[in-house]
Structure formats: C-alpha cells, structure tokens
C-alpha cells in the first residue's frame, strides 16, 4: 500500500542541500530546478562533473562548495538529497538529517528515505506527480509520457478560465464547489 502524501513545495522559501555533483546530483538538481527555478539550493560536492558546472554556472540561486560533506553543511536546511555512492557517508547523514528533523532523500536508497523524487507531468499551470513508491521510476517515467501526450496544450487556457469563473462566483463554499465541478466534469466526458 502506498501511504506516501503527495505535496508541492515553494522551493524559493526554503534551503535545500545537494550532496553529490556528478550524474546523479545533476538529474536531482535539474528535477529541482525544472520545477522550481528559484529553488535555494547549496550544493556540495569533492568532484564536480562539467556537465554539473556547466548547468548551474549562472544560477544565481545555486552555491557550490567543492569539498567534502561536513556536519555544519546541515545546518539552516529543511530539505537535503544525497547522490553520493558512499554508504558510510549516506547512513552518517541519515542521522544528522533525523535529529535534526530535515527531510532527506537518499539516491537509490529507499529505506534511508523520507520522501521520493517523482516523475513530473507539467504543462502550464497544471502539475501532475507521479509516484511509484519507490519501486519503478521506470514506470513513473512512462505514465509521465502518456500523460503528457494525453493533456492538451491548451489546458492553460482552461484553467485561466476556471480561475476566473471561481474568482466571480458568489454564494458559499459548497455552492461554487458544485459549480465548478459541473463545468469540469464536461471536459473529463469528451
């Protein structure tokens, strides 16, 4: 059974941690970035792949430090992922993060973590994350594609409208939730 709570963070409001600068820290970086492109994100890392510093060299909001992972670097962090293959390293951190009470995610290492990194569908406005569980982001990957072949282009458009039918519509809270939802169950009947 799949308990896991699906959220949508405001990255900007919050200081993250990327431990690892190669292939690995770099998809975690780009999911973040793609997604939140003013996340504030400290990376650290011993090696930086080019690929790495070739990305992040003029984001302003991204801080490399090339050097070895340190206590302190969890300090004034809620969120921290780790794409290191460093066992040592990822169990030490492990327990850094749980007494300190950051959300960590662990590359490849399900059991070591608090939250997964899924597969995003975005067009527009509209945002859909697809979880596994952690057992298959290769199928995450796939619904992902689908979906983004199912949703049209012009879902923006749609919901620009809604938004505004919303923002007009007077009465109560159920009213308007009746309302809206009779408007949007045409577009799911097609």
Same mark, same amino acid.
């Given at each position: 059974?799949?308990?896991?709570?699906?959220?949508?963070?405001?990255?900007?409001?919050?200081?993250?941690?990327?431990?690892?600068?190669?292939?690995?820290?770099?998809?975690?970086?780009?999911?973040?970035?793609?997604?939140?492109?003013q996340?504030?994100?400290?990376?650290?890392?011993?090696?930086?792949?080019?690929?790495?510093?070739?990305?992040?060299?003029?984001?302003?909001?991204?801080?490399?430090?090339?050097r070895?992972?340190?206590?302190?670097?969890?300090?004034g962090?809620?969120?921290?992922?780790?794409?290191?293959?460093?066992?040592?390293?990822?169990?030490?951190?492990?327990?850094?993060?749980?007494?300190?009470?950051?959300?960590?995610?662990?590359?490849?290492?399900?059991? =070591?973590?608090?939250?997964?990194?899924?597969?995003?569908?975005? @067009? %527009? *406005? /509209?945002?859909?994350? #697809? +979880?596994?569980?952690?057992?298959?982001?290769?199928?995450?990957?796939?619904?992902?594609?689908?979906?983004?072949?199912?949703?049209?282009?012009?879902?923006?458009?749609? =919901?620009?409208?809604?938004?505004?039918?919303?923002?007009?519509? @007077? %009465? *109560? /809270?159920?009213?308007? #939730? +009746?309302?809206?939802?009779?408007?949007?169950?045409?577009?799911?009947?097609?």
């Amino acid at each position: 059974m799949n308990t896991l709570f699906p959220i949508y963070i405001k990255m900007h409001q919050i200081q993250t941690l990327v431990v690892g600068a190669g292939p690995v820290g770099l998809e975690k970086l780009q999911a973040i970035l793609n997604n939140s492109p003013q996340a504030k994100v400290h990376v650290v890392a011993e090696e930086i792949s080019d690929d790495f510093s070739a990305f992040v060299r003029d984001r302003a909001t991204v801080v490399v430090s090339q050097r070895s992972f340190k206590e302190a670097d969890l300090d004034g962090i809620d969120v921290a992922i780790l794409a290191t293959d460093n066992a040592d390293l990822n169990h030490w951190v492990r327990k850094l993060a749980s007494a300190k009470h950051i959300l960590l995610n662990v590359a490849d290492k399900p059991s =070591l973590c608090d939250f997964y990194l899924g597969s995003v569908v975005q @067009k %527009g *406005d /509209l945002k859909i994350g #697809i +979880s596994t569980n952690g057992k298959s982001p290769t199928i995450a990957k796939r619904v992902k594609e689908l979906l983004q072949e199912l949703i049209p282009e012009e879902i923006d458009e749609t =919901l620009a409208l809604m938004q505004a039918m919303r923002n007009e519509l @007077k %009465g *109560d /809270l159920q009213h308007k #939730i +009746s309302v809206l939802n009779a408007h949007t169950k045409e577009l799911l009947i097609k």
